[in-house]
């Protein structure tokens, strides 16, 4: 079936403006997951939804991050005035359940650059 | 959360057996040890997960010692194709983001 799907694959944007970056993933998935990796790092937690609400928050870097997912299905994660220091790959990961012992499924992620 | 340790890299020639050791002295009582692979331009993929003894599957197996201060995942007879990052993860069945170190990365040169 259909995996993790995230949209666009790449984004070039200058310093200062909003960017939109969207997960679609697996059908019938419960939770959802947002992370970043900068080049050659580790993965770095953001958020994660459980449904359409979002028990925990505290990976997000500043309030210029926000998120929401509706409908239980697609995700958008969303930067205001970007920084160049918010350059980095963003990757989206469903499951069917949260915690430690449900597989993550990975999207290809969303490289953003900012200009 | 435990902390992880494992090698930054490895390197290996296609045909031999890989074997990644992950520590992880603080590793609590109801604490899984999962193992994830990437590929470069790609998310992280599950390859294998354990609690203790011996877990293997298609892809892997994973060695967990009775202490359980350890790990080690087992790549048998890798090939070009598994040059990849692998992550060494801890953690219960409460903990809900994945906490992602470094990991090691594993050239296999022909």
């Known amino acids: 079936g259909a995996g993790v799907s995230q949209s666009p694959s790449n984004k070039v944007t200058e310093k200062g403006k909003d960017v939109e970056l969207r997960c679609d993933p697996i059908s019938g998935h419960t939770a959802l997951y947002w992370y970043r990796q900068s080049l050659g790092q580790g993965l770095e937690f953001l958020i994660y939804f459980q449904g359409n609400s979002a028990p925990d928050k505290s990976g997000l870097p500043s309030d210029r991050f926000s998120a929401e997912r509706t409908g239980g299905s697609v995700s958008t994660l969303t930067i205001q005035r970007t920084q160049q220091e918010d350059s980095a790959v963003y990757l989206c990961a469903s499951s069917t359940g949260s915690g430690h012992l449900y597989e993550q499924y990975f999207g290809p992620g969303t490289r953003l650059t900012v200009t | 959360l435990a902390k992880t340790t494992q090698p930054i890299s490895m390197d290996s020639y296609e045909g031999q057996e890989v074997n990644i050791t992950c520590s992880h002295n603080n590793i609590a009582t109801n604490d ?79």
């Open chain 2, 32 to 110: 899984y040890i999962t193992w994830y692979q990437q590929f470069p331009s790609q998310g992280p993929r599950f390859i294998i997960q354990g609690y203790k003894t011996k877990v293997t599957n298609e892809v892997a197996s994973l060695f967990i010692p009775a202490d359980r201060k350890s790990s080690t995942l087992s790549l048998p007879r890798v090939s070009l194709s598994d040059t990849a990052v692998y992550y060494c993860l801890v953690g219960d069945k409460g903990n809900t983001p994945l906490v992602f170190g470094k990991g090691t990365r594993l050239s296999v040169i022909a």
